[in-house]
Each structure stands twice: as structure tokens, then as C-alpha cells.
């Protein structure tokens, strides 16, 4: 993130403005002004993408790339509009290295079954990090169990800092694949994406990132980092559900195998064999989610048209701000101080357990997310049931981050 002070870039930056594209943040909950911080889980969405949604059921409403006639025409380059316009956010240099999936869980799961199945077996081996997601240590325990390969963990230090020295010496021969978090959902951490993807390159590796946390919050180029896959979800860059991207190098997505099978992934069909369409069709097998495509292909046309480094600087102030009104707190402690942050707050408060905390702050209209947030293994490492996240997007406010720590404050009087 920015390394000028952020009372300076901010200056100027109309947050107000911005808030008025999100209807919903103008709603009540619980008869009190909705402070939604669980951005992290999933982004509000602005006017600009519910309109373009809205506009293809109502104008361009038909199925892609089999039909002759004007809807499905208009329908289709509409899709893959919004399939260059990924590209770009990504900044990949082909349009076909573009595979739309469900989301980030989807996306991790097609190379682990295709290009892990393709590649991996007895004695490979994939290394990961401590503070994955469950949805980037599931689909490896799957493929490992399929091939006979090893999972490994790579450690990381009590801040919450991928432990490189270890990571390097954990990396060998053997791995063919690392699978890592480019920012970490639960302790913030942004990881050195571009020094792991060097060291496992070394060794001969792939190295696939998880940066469902990463795009809303730091500029992304592929080409730049270096890395072999890149997976993310729209709806935590203000673009619908149900609707994700993977990145693959064009030389490896066209050796893998198709992960579905299924219509629009095929060349020809007949009942001795098939053929199957070159990427990324045949990844996208079955009716897509058009709508979803059009809705984040608006998405990042909007990002695109806001001023992203003060907004950047807005969030950085946000969390800031928030660690230095929680930390006051006795009996509060953070998890994860990592010194590269996205804007996550993740904290325990002797006394008081994380559900009954979360449902405290929502009778006071504070939206957070308790629980292990999918980061069990990270949980134990920390040894915690489980913690309270506040996560923030640059459509919050100062007043919110107040709420949040004058509310924890009450809540830990009626508590303990």
C-alpha cells in the first residue's frame, strides 16, 4: 500500500459521493444506521452494476455463442466484453487465458483437477500456507489423496508474516505446485507474492494465488508477479455472486484437461469420442452465468472510474484508525500485525466469545463477521475458537470505525 501518509492523499475524497452509488448502505438495521464492516465476506454493490444487470435481462436476455440471432449476438459480445475487461483488470496479455468460473473456490478446484490430476503423483508434492482459506487447502487434501502426493505447510510467525526462511527451505524437487493467499482473509496480511512466486519458479514449480481478498484492495498485473494462476471472486469487488475469474498461462490452460463436460466446452461429439473446444471454452461447459459476467465486467468499468489511490489511502486510514481505537481496550487482543495489511481487523476480547460480541454490535446496526472464517487451521495456530472481524472497503467511514470501538468498549461492560 502507499507508503505517503494518508491524512495527506485523502484530502479531498468524497466519501459521502461515493456512498450515495450504494443503495443499500442507505438502509436501517435493527432501527439504526446500517455500518456494514464484513467486506471481506462479501462487497455492497454499486447502482452502476445492478443497472447493467438489470439492463441485459431486460434488453439482451438470451444464451451465448450458439445462437444466430440478434439477442443472442448482442448477449454474447456482452460476455466476452466483460471477459477482456477482466483481462485487463488482471492484466493478462490474451483474452482466452481468461476462465470464467463460480468464484474463487471454483477456480482453485478446476487446477486442482485438471492441472493437478494432469500433473501431480506418487511423492510430488504441493506446498501451502498457514493462513490459507479452507477453499485453499481442501481441494489440495482432495488432489493429494487422488494422486498420492504430500501436502506441505509453510509456517508463519506469531504477527502473522509468511516465515520466508522456511517457506524456501520447505520448497524442493519434489513440489510441483504452491498454492498461496496473496492477502489473507482473517489476519490482513498481504503476502510477497512476487518473492514466492521467484523462490518456487527456482524450484521448477507452478505457483497458483488466491487473491480473493487481494482485488479490492491492491492493483494486480499477473504478467508482473509472475504467477502461473490467479483466482478471484466478483462479489468481493463489488460485482454479483455466483460469478469469479481464473487467470491460467495460456501454454498450461491449453494442456490441461476439461475439469466438466458438458455443451459449449466441445469441438464435436459422437458416441466414440469427443473433442474438445481450446480454453477457456472448454472450462466453461453448460449456460454460464451471463448475468454475473455483464454485472463484473460493470463492476471493474466502475472501480476503473474512481480515484483508486486516495480510495486505497481512505482504507488504510480506516484500519488505522480502527487498531488504534480497539488495541485501548483491556482485555482486547488483535490477531495478525502483520506491517502489510489489507483493511481486516481480526480480535478476541477476554470474557466474551466472537458469536455473542457479534450479536451484541448488531443490535447497534454494526455489521461484523465472527467465527474462524473459514481459516480453521489458522485458528488452532493462534489457539482460538474462533475471532471477531471488522473489514472495511473505502465506502466506510470514520463514524463507523468509532461506533465499532465505542460499541466493543460497551459491550465488553455488559459482558465481563
Given amino acids: 500500500m502507499s507508503n505517503v501518509a494518508p491524512e495527506k492523499i485523502v484530502k479531498g475524497f468524497d466519501v459521502g459521493r461515493l456512498r450515495a452509488e450504494f443503495p443499500i448502505l442507505g438502509e436501517l438495521s435493527r432501527g439504526k444506521p446500517l455500518a456494514y464492516l464484513d467486506n471481506a465476506a462479501t462487497t455492497q454493490k454499486p447502482r452502476a452494476v445492478l443497472e447493467a444487470m438489470e439492463h441485459y435481462y431486460l434488453e439482451c ?22 471477459r477482456d ?28 483437477n485438471s ?63 504452491v498454492a498461496a493467499v496473496h492477502a489473507s482473509n482473517t489476519l490482513g496480511t498481504i503476502n510477497p507474492v512476487r518473492r514466492i512466486v521467484e523462490l518456487a519458479h527456482a524450484r521448477g514449480a507452478r505457483v497458483l494465488l488466491d487473491g480473493a481478498q487481494a482485488v479490492a484492495h491492491l492493483p494486480v498485473d499477473v504478467r508482473e508477479l509472475g504467477c502461473d494462476f490467479y483466482a478471484f471472486s466478483g462479489h468481493k469487488l463489488f460485482g454479483p455472486t455466483g460469478i469469479g475469474a481464473l487467470y491460467g498461462r495460456r501454454e498450461l490452460l491449453e494442456a490441461m484437461p476439461p475439469y466438466q463436460g458438458g455443451g459449449n466446452m466441445i469441438m464435436r461429439v459422437t458416441f466414440e469420442e469427443t473433442t474438445y473446444a481450446a480454453s477457456p471454452q472448454r472450462f466453461e461447459a453448460g449456460t454460464p452465468n451471463i448475468a454475473g459476467a455483464i454485472g463484473l465486467g460493470a463492476a471493474l ?21 480502527a487498531t488504534r481505537g480497539l488495541e485501548q481496550i483491556e482485555g482486547l487482543r488483535i490477531v495478525g500485525r502483520a506491517d502489510a495489511k489489507v483493511p481486516v481487523l481480526s480480535f478476541v476480547l477476554d470474557g466474551v466469545h466472537p458469536h455473542d460480541l457479534g450479536t451484541f454490535l448488531d443490535q447497534e446496526g454494526v455489521a461484523v463477521r465472527t467465527g474462524q472464517h473459514c481459516t480453521e487451521p489458522l485458528m488452532a495456530r493462534y489457539r482460538v475458537p474462533a475471532t471477531t472481524r471488522a473489514s472495511f472497503s473505502f465506502y466506510n467511514t470514520p463514524d463507523e470505525v468509532e461506533r465499532l470501538c465505542e460499541q466493543v468498549r460497551r459491550a465488553k461492560e455488559f459482558f465481563v
Avoid: K
Avoid at 301 to 317: F, H, I, S, T
Fill in 85 to 112: 475487461r477482466v483481462r485487463c483488470f488482471l492484466g493478462a496479455g490474451d483474452s482466452r487465458e481468461i476462465v470464467f468460473v463460480r468464484g474463487t473456490t471454483e477456480a482453485i478446484n478446476l487446477v486442482a
Fill in 115 to 177: 492441472f493437478g490430476t494432469h500433473t501431480l503423483g506418487r511423492g510430488d508434492e504441493v506446498l501451502v500456507t498457514e493462513m490459507e482459506h479452507h477453499s485453499n487447502i481442501v481441494p489440495w487434501q482432495m488432489l493429494c489423496a487422488r494422486t498420492g502426493a504430500t501436502l506441505r505447510v509453510a509456517p508463519i510467525t506469531e504477527r502473522g508474516e509468511l516465515d520466508l526462511e522456511r517457506f524456501e527451505a520447505l520448497l524442493s524437487e519434489r513440489t510441483r505446485l
Fill in 61 to 82: 436476455n438470451a444464451n451465448i455463442h450458439r445462437g444466430v440471432y440478434q439477442l443472442s449476438e448482442r448477449a454474447t459480445r456482452a460476455y466476452e466484453a466483460a
Fill in 301 to 321: 468499468d466502475w472501480l476503473a472510474a474512481q480515484e483508486l489511490p486516495r480510495a486505497r489511502a481512505w482504507e488504510e486510514l480506516l484500519l488505522a484508525e
